[in-house]
Each structure stands twice: as C-alpha cells, then as structure tokens.
C-alpha cells in the first residue's frame, strides 16, 4: 500500500521524466543551439519573474510599517513561489 509521500514522489518522478523526455532536448544538440534556444528562453524567464514581483506587490504586504494583508493565504501562495523561483535551486 502506498502512502502519501510514495505517491507524491511517484508524481513527481512520472513529471521528471515527461520534461526529460520533451521535444526541445532533442534540438540542443550544439553550443550554438542552446545559446540560440537561451537568447530567448532568458526572455521569458526575465517576464515571469517581473509579473511575478508586479503581482506580489499588489497582493502581499511590503509596506513600512508593515500591515497585515488582506488575504494571507493568497500571501504565503506567493511567498512559495517567490522562494522557490528566486531560490532556483537546481535538484
């Protein structure tokens, strides 16, 4: 019987294999494909991260003094992603 960890894992691992497995790794097989493919993906990278601190500015709290916010569920969702994007640690 599974429990929840071994099913989260199994999800995780099952994820893992689909971005292994995608499409775009086929097409970098030079230096130069993947500095063509990072010239824009670098992009796309960059407006994520700039929506993201747009949005988490207008949701959570960074005023001085600082105030309770309005919804600190939607807060800490934010602060989740924001620690794991900014952190971007590569496991």
Known sequence: MFNASQLMLGEI??????NISH???????SLDSVQIFMES?????WDFMSLLKALYGSIASNAVPWV???NPCVSHFMNEILAE?????DI
């Open 13 to 18: 691992e099952i994820s893992m294999q689909k």
């Open 23 to 29: 499409g775009v790794y086929s097409r970098l097989r």
């Open 41 to 45: 993906h670098v992009f796309a990278v």
């Open 68 to 70: 309770p916010t309005s």
């Open 85 to 89: 994007e900014e952190g971007d640690l």
